[in-house]
């Protein structure tokens, strides 16, 4: 092998609706990305069971999931769409990775530390361990390219020094079974067996904020539903929702630094932006020094525009759950002969022995 063939990855939980933010920050970048690379798009739902292990009905959530990804445009044809525990290699492989992986990387992830609060000891072990399980779903298919998000960064980054190590660690064994790839690491040669997979960080809002609380990330765990829109928000329901979202007594600045230390301010222009597909400065040089009054009704459109459909074409395949099932089957299978191959790869690496 001469080069690592390009590939992206990236998965969604299915815990609760996917909002605004999920669909700004990731999901439109997934149906953008189709149209330039291969990719692999999954509905982790392992990773779901780490926070919280009894859902109400996990199955449904999976497929409303697999219902957004679709109505958002991606084509499960050209590219796979599955459901990550259909695909047993993800946990093989994770498995692997926890003992490639040093329990000093994991304390010191960021999200592990807020989720788990001041009772880490209480936390489960999937909790400090789901990295692990993150960069085995990357590297399981060997995945050069990953969208990703301000707070999942540290993930990507643990993702490269688990394969860094790995690499690094088996470099003459990968060479004798000529299943490597010549790497530069620092100042020296390996030959590596798994990419050191590069983070895709693009557009003008990567980073959507609580309607209720600049300060804060939209979220699907957010008490208020005003505090977010939800992709199955109708029409009337995303106008109310940015009617009622939080701003101040001041009109809109002139320039981009008026914006500092006005984060509803801020959030509300850069969603208008990231609607629109255009630069701040433009959304500020068309409504800089309007009230609120005037700027809410144009962004209200603006959603409506852009997100109803979406919620439509999501409720009218929701209501086909064969066909949902049917696209999860098909991309499991075909995810699955991906993994394989790189497993069968590691197993020879590690020396398992096997028929």
């Given at each position: 092998?001469?080069?690592?063939?390009?590939?992206?990855?990236?998965?969604?939980?299915?815990?609760?609706?996917?909002h605004?933010?999920?669909?700004?920050?990731?999901?439109?970048?997934?149906?953008?990305?189709?149209?330039?690379?291969?990719?692999?798009y999954?509905?982790?739902?392992?990773?779901?069971?780490?926070?919280?292990?009894?859902?109400?009905?996990?199955?449904?959530?999976?497929?409303?999931?697999?219902?957004a990804?679709l109505?958002?445009?991606?084509?499960?044809?050209?590219?796979?769409?599955?459901?990550?525990?259909?695909?047993p290699?993800?946990?093989?492989l994770?498995?692997?990775?926890?003992?490639?992986?040093?329990?000093?990387?994991?304390?010191?992830?960021?999200?592990?530390?807020?989720?788990a609060?001041?009772?880490?000891?209480?936390?489960?072990?999937?909790?400090?361990?789901?990295?692990?399980?993150m960069?085995?779903?990357?590297?399981?298919?060997?995945?050069?390219?990953?969208?990703?998000?301000?707070?999942?960064?540290q993930?990507?980054?643990?993702t490269?020094?688990?394969?860094?190590?790995?690499?690094?660690?088996?470099?003459?064994?990968?060479?004798?079974?000529?299943?490597g790839?010549?790497?530069?690491?620092?100042?020296?040669?390996?030959?590596?067996?798994?990419?050191?997979?590069?983070?895709?960080?693009?557009?003008?809002?990567?980073?959507?904020?609580?309607?209720?609380?600049?300060?804060?990330?939209?979220?699907?765990?957010?008490?208020?539903?005003?505090?977010r829109?939800?992709?199955?928000?109708?029409?009337?329901?995303?106008?109310?929702?940015?009617?009622?979202?939080?701003?101040?007594?001041?009109?809109?600045?002139?320039?981009?630094?008026?914006?500092?230390?006005?984060?509803?301010?801020?959030n509300?222009?850069?969603?208008?932006?990231?609607?629109?597909?255009?630069?701040?400065?433009?959304?500020?040089?068309?409504?800089?020094?309007?009230?609120?009054?005037?700027?809410k009704?144009?962004?209200?459109?603006?959603?409506?525009?852009?997100?109803?459909?979406?919620?439509g074409?999501?409720?009218?395949?929701?209501?086909?759950?064969?066909?949902?099932?049917?696209?999860?089957?098909d991309?499991?299978?075909?995810?699955?002969?991906?993994?394989?191959?790189?497993?069968?790869?590691?197993?020879?690496?590690?020396?398992?022995?096997?028929?």
């Amino acid at each position: 092998m001469s080069a690592f063939k390009p590939l992206v990855f990236s998965g969604v939980q299915p815990t609760g609706n996917l909002h605004l933010g999920n669909y700004l920050g990731a999901i439109r970048k997934f149906v953008a990305l189709q149209e330039t690379h291969d990719c692999i798009y999954c509905v982790v739902d392992l990773h779901s069971i780490t926070a919280q292990l009894v859902h109400d009905d996990l199955a449904e959530q999976t497929r409303s999931i697999t219902a957004a990804f679709l109505a958002s445009g991606i084509d499960p044809q050209k590219h796979i769409v599955f459901n990550q525990s259909r695909v047993p290699q993800h946990a093989e492989l994770a498995w692997i990775f926890n003992c490639v992986a040093r329990i000093g990387w994991m304390n010191r992830m960021t999200q592990f530390k807020d989720k788990a609060g001041k009772d880490r000891e209480n936390a489960s072990l999937g909790l400090l361990a789901y990295p692990s399980l993150m960069a085995a779903d990357i590297l399981v298919y060997r995945a050069t390219h990953v969208p990703v998000g301000d707070d999942q960064k540290q993930h990507l980054e643990l993702t490269r020094d688990i394969a860094a190590k790995f690499n690094n660690d088996f470099s003459a064994r990968i060479a004798s079974l000529g299943l490597g790839v010549e790497m530069e690491v620092g100042e020296e040669t390996v030959n590596g067996f798994f990419p050191l997979t590069e983070p895709l960080i693009e557009g003008p809002a990567t980073r959507v904020m609580s309607l209720r609380d600049g300060s804060k990330k939209m979220s699907k765990s957010d008490p208020s539903d005003l505090s977010r829109i939800n992709l199955t928000d109708d029409a009337d329901t995303i106008s109310k929702k940015i009617r009622k979202a939080k701003t101040d007594p001041e009109p809109l600045p002139s320039d981009l630094e008026g914006l500092t230390g006005r984060p509803e301010a801020e959030n509300l222009v850069g969603i208008y932006a990231a609607l629109a597909e255009c630069p701040r400065e433009k959304v500020i040089g068309e409504f800089g020094g309007q009230q609120f009054s005037a700027f809410k009704p144009a962004l209200a459109d603006l959603a409506v525009e852009k997100l109803a459909p979406i919620a439509g074409e999501m409720r009218r395949i929701s209501a086909d759950r064969a066909f949902v099932d049917s696209v999860l089957r098909d991309g499991g299978e075909r995810a699955r002969a991906q993994a394989e191959a790189t497993m069968k790869g590691v197993r020879e690496i590690i020396g398992l022995l096997t028929d």
